[in-house]
């Protein structure tokens, strides 16, 4: 008998798809296809997760659902030995084989997915003092390898461990609106809060005649052309995913009613354009 160590924690793997009886054969394919997470998903799955590995299951065993506390209702959980492939984030090496708990989903009839030498990305955090063991961050913190979100998992790694990486915004710190000489022309400036304190900003200009442009600043010097960041880019998701729904109040401070109305137009064109935090 196996005995499983006091880790107690949750992860998720994929379930298979369902093809109905029948279907041609570009039909199954197409069907089968595994669909990928979104990038605000993965996301916030590496930035929380100070280990991501790509590892294969060498032995999965099931813990009785009675002694699996918390247990999510559809799920079950398993003892899992694990060899690693590569470790894509870690500040420190890690041993070449690791165990830890993964609560997995069952399928429709009730039956968990077969485990054993499957291959799978986790993120997960280290356990203080026990070097072969590891914690999973969340309920799909393991997740079943594919090329694409491999290629999409260390795209964001290297983003979020670059020097230049754009901070968490942890709230807005002012916002003002100066008009211009022309009906119709001006621009609002945007402050955010971050983490680590550091300059992040949000320019919007307006032009007679033309669309409004917005950028985005990450240091000290304003860069008024370098326009909007593109959607699934860390810059993005620190954006559509810290920023309030609603400019608040008190970051306009007191400014005159035209000028804190214009400055709220133009932040909702911002939340608009970035799209929802998927």
């Known amino acids: 008998m196996i005995r499983i160590p006091s880790l107690m924690f949750c992860c998720a793997a994929a379930l298979a798809a369902c093809v109905p009886a029948g279907a041609q054969p570009t039909q199954?394919?197409?069907?089968?296809?595994?669909?990928?997470?979104?990038y605000a998903r993965i996301a916030s799955q590496v930035l929380?997760?100070?280990?991501?590995?790509?590892?294969?299951?060498?032995?999965?065993?099931?813990?009785?659902?009675?002694?699996?506390?918390?247990?999510?209702?559809?799920?079950?959980?398993?003892?899992?030995?694990a060899d690693v492939l590569a470790l894509i984030r870690g500040g420190t090496a890690i041993p070449a084989r690791l165990v830890?708990?993964?609560?997995?989903?069952?399928d429709?009839?009730?039956?968990?997915?077969?485990?054993?030498?499957?291959?799978?990305?986790?993120?997960?955090?280290?356990?203080?003092?026990?070097?072969?063991?590891?914690?999973?961050?969340?309920?799909?913190?393991q997740r079943e390898w594919q090329p694409a979100l491999d290629a999409q998992v260390r795209g964001i790694v290297?983003?979020?461990?670059a020097?230049?990486?754009?901070?968490?915004?942890?709230?807005?710190?002012?916002?003002?609106?100066?008009?211009?000489?022309l009906p119709g022309e001006g621009e609002t400036q945007i402050f955010l809060t971050t983490a680590k304190d550091l300059p992040f900003s949000i320019q919007i200009l307006?032009?007679?005649?033309?669309?409004?442009?917005?950028?985005?600043?990450?240091?000290?010097?304003?860069?008024?052309?370098?326009?909007?960041?593109?959607?699934?880019?860390?810059?993005?998701?620190r954006l559509a995913c810290g920023l309030p729904a609603q400019l608040p109040a008190d970051a306009l401070g007191s400014e005159e009613p035209d000028n804190a109305r214009a400055a709220r137009e133009d932040y909702a064109l911002v939340r608009r354009e970035l799209g929802p935090c998927a």
Not at 28 to 38: D, M, N, T
Not at 221 to 236: F, N, Q
């Open 108 to 141: 429709a009839r009730g039956r968990p997915p077969k485990l054993k030498k499957l291959r799978v990305l986790l993120f997960a955090r280290p356990i203080a003092g026990q070097a072969g063991q590891i914690q999973l961050t969340g309920l799909d913190s």
């Open 206 to 237: 307006r032009r007679p005649g033309e669309q409004p442009r917005w950028s985005v600043s990450t240091g000290d010097i304003v860069d008024e052309s370098a326009g909007a960041p593109p959607k699934d880019t860390l810059l993005w998701y």
């Open 48 to 81: 929380g997760a100070p280990l991501v590995i790509d590892a294969r299951i060498r032995s999965a065993s099931r813990v009785k659902d009675a002694e699996a506390t918390g247990l999510t209702p559809g799920r079950a959980r398993f003892y899992i030995e």
């Open 100 to 106: 830890y708990l993964a609560d997995v989903p069952l």
């Open 28 to 38: 199954i394919a197409a069907q089968s296809a595994p669909v990928l997470p979104s």
């Open 163 to 181: 020097p230049d990486a754009p901070p968490a915004i942890t709230g807005i710190g002012n916002a003002f609106h100066v008009p211009g000489s």
């Open 158 to 161: 290297r983003e979020v461990i």
